[in-house]
């Protein structure tokens, strides 16, 4: 039942049950503090990705009851700006617990709706859990400047400022963690907020706006919408909205990045990636092939921060056969059976997708070493699994190299030299992340100069910083200049004000008309 995957009654309308042949619960909006049936007509069914079963549907919101929303979060606005940053972070400090307290509910809405095994369900959970954690902070990160004395008797300090009315636009594949990234750091630096979750797995968002309302968000403050594309637009497109924080994939970041600057918006726009990992002979094997197993194909390769290219210097088959026996022996399961290394991909056409992407690696020469497209999972015959898949001898100029195949598919590649490596890497147009394995410190070195990626691992593979730092992707796998959470966060989230005052018997002076310089 819904109740079984932490939803309490407030969030969803009413506990249907398709097995009896009621209709699946419908996903409630939250605006101005309450959680309100939409009266739209027009839904979407969320799908459990192991099982087909409809779990709830989302509404496509009325534009009315968006309107409504933004209404709500500019009307909360003034009083909670005002209020003390010590107040703001102590809601947040009341959030975290309230997470760890619900962590395993948001564990199994989280698997029930995307998919992903349990344990990395919690994790996902965890990541956000760690923004939650730095916004606890914010006096300090929001602090201003000053300098005394900038002339005789005047000094000038600067003031960081909510911006208002900001939004977040969510994909599925970290239905908490990403969020977590937004609306935390957005609503302790004093602003209000419009939520749009996945419509794929809206569930755990609601979950965690409850328990922002349990730990004391004043009405109003955080607010939440479901739909698609329109929903989409029209944040870009309101007047009052004043920032936007995408996460999700390049065709939808570039337009939500194109359509909101066009009305002055602030936009944040984390997009797709193609991660590589460079591998050097003289690499310590047994961390190296876990390290790449674990990257590769953890969450079915759907993390925009998995390995999806691994490049070989010096050739791969001395790796390959003892890759391959690795990735072979992973559990390919649904997320919430014990033991599980790979949960199902998003969706039927996702599981298309990636198929036809092996495909065409095929039939363009690649070698295919592992196969995965072909796997049944006694019990969820209906799931979309994808077992890991290898494909080996790849080139640059294969479909699915360029493309983001965001499955768990693992493309090799082989380089003469560290020069020819980096040389790949630089040529794709992503650059979110990418990963050395070597023991040598100048190999490291050089690596870590000349490549050109936002997240740069040395025998790390997955290297996205922790919120104190933020989250660097760069070239096509980011549009905008302050990036999610950590100094970047609070600057995107926040106007700098500068004043400049004077307090010093200015009635001698007299009158001059000439530039004011510092004396
Ligand atoms: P998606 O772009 O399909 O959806 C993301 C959001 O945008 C959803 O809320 C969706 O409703 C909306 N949307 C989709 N198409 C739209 C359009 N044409 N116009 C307006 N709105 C639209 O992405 P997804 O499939 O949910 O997520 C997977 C993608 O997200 C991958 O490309 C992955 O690399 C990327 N991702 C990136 C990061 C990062 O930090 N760089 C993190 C996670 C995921």
Request: aromatic share 6%.
């Amino acid at each position: 039942s819904l109740k079984s995957q932490g939803f309490s009654r407030s969030s969803i309308v009413a506990e249907g049950s398709p097995a009896l042949g009621m209709a699946p619960a419908r996903v409630r909006n939250l605006i101005g503090g309450e959680f309100l049936e939409s009266r739209s007509e027009s839904s979407i069914d969320v799908i459990n990705p192991a099982t087909q079963e409809v779990v709830s549907r989302v509404p496509l919101t009325t534009d009315e009851e968006f309107k409504a929303a933004v209404s709500a979060a500019k009307t909360a606005f003034p009083k909670w700006k005002n209020t003390p940053v010590t107040s703001r972070q102590r809601v947040m400090f009341k959030l975290q617990e309230l997470i760890r307290r619900d962590m395993d509910k948001l564990a199994m809405n989280i698997t029930t709706e995307q998919g992903k095994t349990l344990k990395d369900a919690q994790g996902d959970v965890f990541r956000g859990l760690e923004v939650v954690e730095h916004a606890c902070g914010m006096a300090t990160l929001q602090m201003g400047e000053y300098v005394s004395n900038v002339s005789r008797g005047i000094d000038t300090y600067s003031i960081r400022e909510p911006l208002g009315v900001c939004a977040g636009i969510c994909p599925f594949n970290f239905p908490a963690m990403i969020p977590l990234w937004m609306f935390p750091m957005a609503v302790t630096c004093g602003n209000t907020f419009i939520l749009k979750p996945s419509e794929k797995d809206p569930g755990a968002s609601m979950m965690l706006a409850e328990l922002a309302m349990e730990a004391g968000l004043p009405d109003g403050v955080l607010n939440i919408v479901h739909g698609t594309h329109d929903t989409v637009n029209s944040i870009c497109d309101d007047e009052d909205i004043k920032a936007i924080s995408f996460v999700g994939s390049n065709t939808a970041g570039m337009h939500i990045y194109a359509r909101a600057a066009a009305k002055g918006k602030r936009v944040q726009s984390n997009m797709g990636a193609k991660n590589h990992a460079i591998i050097m002979p003289d690499a310590s094997a047994e961390a190296t092939l876990n390290a790449l197993v674990a990257a590769g194909f953890g969450a079915a390769g759907q993390r925009c921060m998995a390995i999806s290219t691994a490049v070989f210097v010096g050739g791969s088959k001395p790796w390959e056969e003892e890759l391959t026996k690795r990735a072979s022996a992973l559990k390919v399961n649904a997320g919430v059976e014990p033991g599980t290394d790979l949960g199902p991909v998003i969706s039927k056409q996702a599981k298309d997708r990636i198929c036809s992407l092996i495909q065409s690696g095929i039939e363009s020469g690649a070698r295919i070493v592992l196969d995965g497209r072909n796997i049944v999972v006694p019990g969820y015959e209906d799931g979309n699994f994808v077992g890991p898949t290898i494909l080996s001898d790849a080139t640059g100029d294969m479909e699915c190299y360029k493309e983001e195949i965001f499955g768990p598919v693992l493309l090799c590649i082989q380089a003469e030299s560290l020069e020819e490596a980096i040389q790949i890497v630089n040529n794709n147009r992503y650059g979110n992340g990418a990963s050395i394995f070597t023991t040598s410190g100048i190999s490291a070195r050089k690596f870590q100069t000349e490549i050109e990626a936002g997240q740069v691992g040395i025998n790390v593979p997955i290297p996205v910083p922790l919120p104190f730092f933020s989250f660097t992707g760069s070239k096509a796998s980011f549009a905008g200049d302050l990036n999610f959470y950590g100094k970047a966060g609070v600057q995107f989230y926040t106007q700098i004000k500068t004043v400049t005052q004077q307090w010093k018997d200015v009635s001698t002076q007299g009158v001059s008309l000439a530039m004011p310089t510092s004396q």
